[in-house]
């Protein structure tokens, strides 16, 4: 693969050289441009397009976010880094298909990964031409992105968790807590926000404090007219105002009787 071509954006001088720094260290970067705001960042693409953008998001004027919504309707958007002393910020990055979301002070090795993710991603949209030696390559189509994931800030790391594991979500407060096997990370995003966009994935909202993956429920069950939901080994309250479209929706969700199902 060619050598990448990156563009650092961050209104604050010297994390913008040390993060140029640190790019222009990594034998994968070719070539490094800077910006000192999201305007002056649009400006350089006009002239040079770039194959990843790596971004801080409070700035003045146009920040990180808004600035990522503008590359997103580029014919051919860069990969998104961001790179940012806040973590509240995460979901709505990742909403915006960023490829990385690092925190401030950025190591080298974990730049390095952000580095190498960002290459992934472009080797696996490029597609070979087929044809013959100087004949036009074919144009690049964005792999498929697979589930969703959320990038979950644990100690200074950020993992992601993909939708298709969490069995239920809990609110708490303005957070939310994604419940899957081996560990349960808070992440800020309202819970109706989340139903909302997860429910075309099977995500069904069961309670004001609950929403559930439908793929997990093991059991629905009725005492003495309360409901609660068996999911990955937990039982969850139903509110009466839920319980109606569970069932319905469960009743659907269930597989067709085979030919020896008596």
């Not at 600035?67 to 990055?93: K, N, Q, S």
């Not at 697979?146 to 644990?154: S, T």
Request: proline fraction near 8%; include cysteine; glycine fraction near 8%.
């Amino acid at each position: 693969m060619r050598p990448l071509r990156i563009l650092a954006v961050d209104d604050e001088p010297p994390a913008l050289d040390d993060l140029s720094y640190l790019l222009r260290g990594d034998h994968r970067v070719g070539r490094v441009l800077a910006a000192d705001s999201s305007a002056a960042a649009l400006r350089l693409l006009e002239a040079e397009p770039v194959d990843a953008v790596f971004c801080d998001i409070r700035m003045p004027g146009l920040d990180g976010l808004d600035l990522v919504r503008v590359l997103g309707r580029f014919a051919r958007p860069p990969a998104v880094v961001f790179v940012t002393a806040y973590e509240d910020f995460a979901v709505d990055a990742f909403a915006l298909k960023a490829c990385d979301y690092l925190l401030k002070p950025v190591g080298g090795e974990r730049l390095a990964e952000a580095v190498r993710r960002v290459a992934a991603l472009l080797d696996a949209s490029a597609e070979p031409s087929g044809g013959a030696r100087g004949e036009r390559p074919a144009e690049r189509r964005a792999p498929d992105p697979g589930p969703e994931r959320i990038p979950v800030d644990l100690g200074g790391v950020t993992r992601f968790v993909s939708r298709d594991d969490v069995a239920y979500v809990e609110a708490q407060g303005d957070y939310v807590r994604l419940h899957t096997a081996g560990r349960a990370p808070l992440v800020r995003v309202p819970l109706a926000v989340l139903a909302e966009r997860w429910e075309p994935h099977g995500f069904l909202r069961i309670h004001r404090s609950f929403l559930v993956s439908l793929r997990h429920v093991e059991e629905l069950r009725s005492d003495a007219g309360h409901w609660t939901v068996r999911v990955a080994g937990t039982e969850l309250p139903v509110s009466r105002r839920h319980t109606r479209q569970l069932r319905d929706v469960l009743v659907r969700w269930a597989p067709a009787p085979g030919p020896d199902t008596p």
